[in-house]
């Protein structure tokens, strides 16, 4: 028996169909929204079954081959017939002109795939603890009346450019499986000027609604010291800026990452409601070894005497940004000598390239916590109300 001509099919019904596919032992649905079915000698089928059926294999291979530890297999892929405009609506996830400020990102890296020594890793432990048993502490153990400040886990970053805080701040919301809100403060003031206030507040509302991790870069530009002597409209304009931010962080109960070089600027008041302030130094040569690790790819032709330890030994006062750099000076350097392995020159000529960045260096000095009495916090918190 012939099966009916497509012309012959009188009505077309869209449906959506799901297909699961086990790739390097996970599990990817491939979703096609508007899969047309129509009725075939009284039987409802699938138009271009086969067509559909070697097209998810295609794609399903496809995703194999090109995966990686920071591209894993995804869990679901969409594929849709249908205009944009007959989709059902959802909430962006593309800057918009109203909120160009904010990048918006989904990592998939997690704590165990970014180095940080045994301290730091305890430290945001124990942070993140309180983020995994929120109701626990504040609702059916009562903390949430012991303080006005709000349940916010605010987390503080300081240290060198090219240290990682960036990165890890990326690592804490693939470790939880949180979106994360970038505010970069430099975008806002130049983008937004007079708007500031206005757009913290939408930040934060923006990561409730998504139950977001937010991040300010260049913290310290949020959280200077309030003045005191206010002369004009742009002293009155940071003081509310500043104002709107301890407020905002008060209403807060997600999590908020603050990055800066400079945390010596930070507002006493500020200070009091960061829970870590996680120090970001260069790494020591166990890190060192641990990043090379990462950037010495396992299809990078390397002479058999590199390795990352011997690498990690030979080049110190490195950042991890320093280290993603050299391997890419080192890579070009070898093609520009038409070599088909990298070999310790190479490095050595990448090595001098990083160094030229660095010619007057300033010492970090790190600023340890401090821990305030409960009299002086409740003072704080009166002072602020």
């Keep these: 028996m012939f099966r009916k001509k497509q012309n012959d099919i009188q009505e077309v019904r869209r449906k959506t169909i799901q297909k699961d596919f086990t790739i390097k032992d996970q599990t990817c649905s491939i979703i096609i929204e508007g899969a047309p079915y129509a009725s075939i000698d009284g039987e409802e089928r699938l138009l271009d079954d086969g067509l559909l059926k070697q097209m998810t294999q295609h794609v399903a291979k496809s995703i194999e081959q090109y995966t990686s530890k920071y591209y894993p297999v995804p869990k679901s892929i969409h594929i849709s017939n249908q205009a944009p405009s007959e989709q059902e609506s959802e909430p962006s996830t593309h800057r918009t002109e109203e909120d160009a400020f904010l990048d918006v990102e989904h990592p998939t890296v997690s704590l165990d795939d970014v180095y940080i020594d045994e301290e730091m890793r305890q430290q945001l432990d124990s942070a993140l603890l309180i983020v995994k048993h929120h109701k626990t502490l504040f609702e059916d153990w009562g903390l949430d009346h012991r303080t006005e400040t709000g349940n916010s886990v605010i987390l503080n970053f300081f240290g060198p450019p090219g240290t990682g805080k960036s990165m890890l701040a990326k690592a804490v919301a693939g470790e939880l499986g949180q979106k994360l809100y970038q505010v970069n403060y430099a975008d806002l003031e130049s983008k937004y000027v007079g708007e500031t206030p206005k757009n913290i507040k939408k ?12 991040v300010f870069d260049e913290a310290d530009s949020f959280l200077g010291k309030r003045l005191t002597d206010v002369n004009q409209s742009a002293d009155y304009g940071v003081n509310i800026t500043r104002s709107v931010m301890l407020m905002e962080l008060e209403r807060f109960d997600g999590i908020v990452i603050f990055t800066t070089n400079l945390v010596d600027n930070y507002d006493d008041a500020f200070r009091r409601r960061i829970l870590a302030n996680i120090p970001f130094t260069l790494p020591d040569e166990k890190g060192r070894m641990s990043i090379w690790s990462t950037h010495l790819s396992a299809d990078l032709p390397l002479e058999k005497t590199i390795t990352p330890s011997v690498l990690a030994h030979k080049y110190t006062n490195l950042t991890g940004a320093d280290i993603k750099d050299m391997t890419l000076f080192a890579a070009i350097n070898s093609l520009k000598n038409e070599r088909n392995a990298l070999e ?34 409740q003072q704080e918190v009166q002072s602020q109300s």
């Design 203 to 214: 930040a934060f509302q923006k990561a409730k609604e998504e139950e977001a991790i937010l």
């Design 344 to 377: 310790i020159s190479d490095f050595d000529t990448a090595y001098t390239y990083i160094q030229h960045r660095y010619p007057n260096q300033p010492k970090v000095n790190v600023v340890k916590s401090e821990t305030i009495t409960e009299e002086e916090y």
